[in-house]
């Protein structure tokens, strides 16, 4: 972070006091305790810690003074829909390219019928930030679609954004439990009021907010990719929001007796200690770990997650358990059944800044799984190496499965195909596979805590057989005796490094396999069959605008229950939520070069898209593959999970590439601006133990379809 910060401006917002509604039978947003206070930590962090000039931050708030009835601020500093209009358009022509904008809002979140039916639908709603005067009906909300405008603007300018949305509307009247008090409503609001924005023209808004659609994926990693945009690219900026669409926003007591909102709270916890290179992944990560484990809020992140806190560098992401909670000898891991762990799994903990897990004396301690959950689950600590304190954030990463299912089998087998013009030259070369077999044995069993055993030759379990070719080079197997393919390059036995590198090669094929077995058999699982997904072939022509409807949709051909496309199909799954629970629904892709990637959601740090009980999401898709195949196969593996996760821990490069970065779109419909701000409440919020010990096979499930790829 740089000592001066002149290049940043900030628009802090924060409403407590909504004026009295004049709407008859309608008392939609009751006035809020925190979010005033709320933003007077957030300019004290910002003056205070990054030394940033007073006379670029525009702060508007509404407070009520009990003694004479009347708000604190002067009127040009309340938080109505015009100052808010004209604070933006302020900063819009103060900035320039390379300046830094900071966007934190506290205060109610609303819906109501949207300004856009021709983009949004007839029956579409509007996410709204509610201004202080809402309850005039002549008054207007800031919408979603002028939000996407903003930030479009700011984005096209060429600035580095960051928002912060700390609000919500949630279910039933606002109510409290110990303290705890939702920030909104569950109200749609119907009142009839001017329709026009003046912040943009409907033309303006309809063109932003379509301005992504159909952009494709450029990514060259995919096997099967995304198609379809977002409204804006939200790669090109960062969304935190206080919760996901199924929850509450909460404001509470934390410190005995001044109620903050939940979000901003333990943000500024984390900010207060950071150092330059964190991110603000590692950020997310923290405060998902703290609210968490209280309420039933769980923030999300959009966009650049990778990006320096108050800075414009990018550092490399890597993806771990994330330790939700620490009690003395004991931690929660935000991993479970749901990734394929099991009871005695074996984890390493690392600092949440860590970005190299290679360097093993960066790590804190050694944990063991000893209670199993379907998301996560409780760990003791075996050994502390007494370098740091763990802390909610750190990063676990496995280092021995321990359960046999997890753990791959393999052969080594001394009977290598020599050919017929290499018997004069037989036993020199029995003797180099020999030695070359008998290094790959010592390798494995030097190496007890791995995903790898050995097996006898007579063995007929294994998962792997390797052997030596004619060409003296390493030949990978399946348990019938018959080449692995699109494993490259070939790896010869003299060359340097190559046992280590077959060692690899072994370890990333049994993530890969076990990420595949991944299935929860459980018949009494009250998710058993309840989320189903399928995979249709859309034309050419098809524009989605038009929807999806299941009329019209034509199954792709199918053979034993693989699906089967040309490269350049267009696809689209549907994903249907069959329970009678709002769903977390993360999609991976498994690529014929034993790649794994996240599909669904792919926009950057987004762990999943929750999907509400009977309702459907379509996901377009194009069929490809890797330059110089033929064919191959994808398998997309579509996770549920009841509690929130992350399913990017599984992702793997293609076998002897090295990671690429991904560049993120997305192929649902909606913008995720538009998902951010939809927080409508199921429940009363509550103060939450982590429980693990129930049957962790009740809390998630899996589906899969298998796609066959021709050229």
Aim: contains cysteine; negative net charge; aromatic residues 6%.
């Amino acid at each position: 972070m740089s000592n001066s910060n002149s290049n940043l401006y900030a628009l802090l917002i924060g409403v407590d006091y909504y004026f009295p509604n004049t709407l008859p039978g309608n008392s939609y947003y009751p006035s809020l305790g925190g979010c005033v206070r709320d933003i007077g930590h957030v300019e004290n962090f910002l003056l205070n810690n990054l030394k940033m000039n007073k006379e670029n931050i525009i702060k508007l708030t509404s407070s009520l003074d009990n003694t004479t009835g009347k708000t604190v601020e002067s009127p040009e500093k309340l938080p109505t829909y015009n100052n808010i209009k004209n604070s933006f358009n302020d900063i819009i022509n103060k900035v320039h390219d390379g300046d830094q904008v900071y966007i934190h809002y506290s205060g109610h979140g609303g819906r109501t019928k949207t300004s856009i039916p021709s983009v949004k639908g007839r029956d579409g709603l509007d996410e709204t930030l509610v201004p202080t005067d809402i309850g005039n009906s002549e008054a207007r909300y800031i919408r979603d679609t002028e939000l996407a405008f903003i930030l479009k603007k700011l984005v096209d300018k060429k600035i580095i954004v960051t928002t912060c949305f700390d609000c919500c509307h949630s279910g039933g009247a606002t109510r409290g439990n110990g303290g705890a008090v939702k920030r909104g409503t569950d109200i749609i609001d119907t009142t009839q009021r001017p329709q026009d924005s003046l912040i943009a023209s409907t033309k303006e808004l309809e063109d932003s907010w379509k301005s992504q659609d159909n952009k494709g994926s450029k990514s060259g990693t995919r096997d099967v990719h995304q198609a379809g945009g977002i409204s804006p690219n939200t790669n090109e900026y960062v969304l935190l929001a206080a919760c996901r669409p199924s929850e509450s926003a909460m404001e509470y007591p934390f410190e005995g007796g001044e109620s903050n909102g939940a979000l901003t709270y333990w943000m500024l916890k984390f900010l207060s200690n950071m150092h330059p290179q964190l991110t603000y992944k590692q950020l997310h990560d923290y405060i998902v770990a703290k609210i968490h484990t209280q309420f039933d809020q769980t923030p999300m992140l959009l966009g650049a997650g990778d990006r320096k806190i108050f800075g414009s560098d990018r550092i490399k992401t890597v993806y771990a358990a994330n330790v939700m909670n620490v009690d003395k000898s004991e931690i929660t891991l935000n991993t479970g059944q749901v990734h394929g762990m099991r009871k005695g799994a074996k984890f390493a903990i690392y600092p949440s800044d860590v970005t190299d897990f290679s360097k093993t004396e960066m790590r804190l301690a050694m944990v063991e799984i000893f209670e199993l959950g379907s998301t996560n689950s409780k760990a003791k600590i075996r050994t502390d190496f007494k370098k740091g304190n763990i802390e909610v954030g750190s990063q676990g990463v496995l280092i021995d499965p321990v359960n046999i299912r997890l753990k791959k089998r393999v052969n080594l087998v001394y009977s290598p195909d020599l050919g017929n013009n290499e018997l004069e030259h037989r036993e020199e070369k029995l003797r180099e596979g020999k030695a070359a077999l008998d290094l790959i044995h010592k390798m494995i069993l030097e190496k007890p805590e791995s995903f790898l055993e050995l097996v006898s030759n007579d063995d007929a379990t294994a998962d792997f057989q390797i052997s030596i070719n004619k060409d003296a080079e390493y030949e990978i197997w399946d348990p019938a005796g018959t080449s692995i393919p699109n494993i490259n390059p070939p790896l010869k036995i003299h060359a340097e490094n190559s046992a280590r590198h077959l060692i690899q090669r072994l370890e990333h094929l049994s993530r890969y396999k076990n990420i595949q077995l991944i299935d929860n058999q459980d018949p009494t699982s009250p998710l058993s069959g309840k989320l189903v997904v399928e995979l249709f072939a859309l034309p050419e022509d098809h524009d989605p605008a038009d929807g999806y409807d299941h009329k019209y949709l034509k199954p792709l051909d199918s053979r034993d229950n693989i699906k089967t496309a040309k490269t350049g199909q267009k696809m689209v799954m549907c994903i249907r939520n069959n329970s009678n629970q709002v769903l977390n629904v993360s999609a991976l892709n498994l690529q014929p070069r034993y790649g794994v990637v996240q599909i669904y959601p792919n926009e950057s740090f987004e762990n999943f898209v929750p999907i509400d009980p009977g309702r459907e999401e379509f996901i377009r898709l194009t069929a490809g593959l890797p330059e110089g195949y033929e064919k191959g196969k994808d398998i997309i593996k579509v996770f549920a999970t009841i509690d929130q996760t992350n399913f990017r821990m599984l992702e793997l490069p293609t076998l002897d590439q090295p990671e690429t970065t991904r560049e993120a779109t997305r192929g649902n419909i909606s913008s995720p601006l538009e998902q951010l701000m939809t927080n409508i409440a199921k429940d009363k919020p509550k103060t939450r133990d982590i429980d693990s010990s129930s049957a962790p096979s009740r809390g998630w499930t899996t589906a899969q379809i298998e796609l066959n790829i021709l050229r």
